[in-house]
């Protein structure tokens, strides 16, 4: 199982950018697939998750109202579109899946999630 971020870049503040992560494997079908990220000299933290059974989205208060994540079932494809972007939004972003049944109360943690991207690097610049 291999997971394929996409779509980092060097942008300025209040632009859009959009992520894209790929899932492949003949037979991975993930339950739940995250957005991630780490800024340098700090630890990994939440961002968004989608739950590819329910839809359901997930996301962190910081980025909440303007990244909005999204998937496509049938590719084991997700999205992220991250609007008003901010220079502490920088960061490396990592896309992370799980096949695993994920109560909501751990989307948010890293241990939950079995398969990781390599990771793509979002500046923001002021």
């Known amino acids: 199982v291999q997971l394929q971020a996409s779509g980092g870049g060097l942008v300025q503040a209040g632009d859009s950018l959009r992520l894209s992560c790929a899932a492949s494997?003949?037979?991975?079908?993930?339950?739940?697939m995250g957005w991630f990220r780490q800024a340098r000299g700090k630890e990994r933290e939440f961002v968004a998750a989608?739950?590819?059974?329910?839809?359901?989205?997930y996301y962190a208060d910081s980025v909440k109202g303007r990244f909005t994540i999204s998937g496509d079932t049938a590719k084991s494809t997700v999205y992220l579109l991250m609007s008003s972007l901010k220079p502490e939004d920088t960061a490396g972003y990592y896309c992370?899946?799980?096949?695993?049944?994920?109560?909501?109360?751990?989307?948010?943690?890293?241990?939950?999630?079995?398969?990781w991207g390599q990771g793509t690097q979002v500046t923001v610049s002021s």
């Open positions: 992370a899946a799980s096949q695993r049944y994920m109560p909501v109360l751990r989307t948010t943690r890293v241990e939950a999630y079995d398969y």
């Open positions: 494997g003949r037979t991975f079908s993930p339950s739940m």
């Open positions: 989608f739950s590819r059974s329910s839809g359901s989205t």
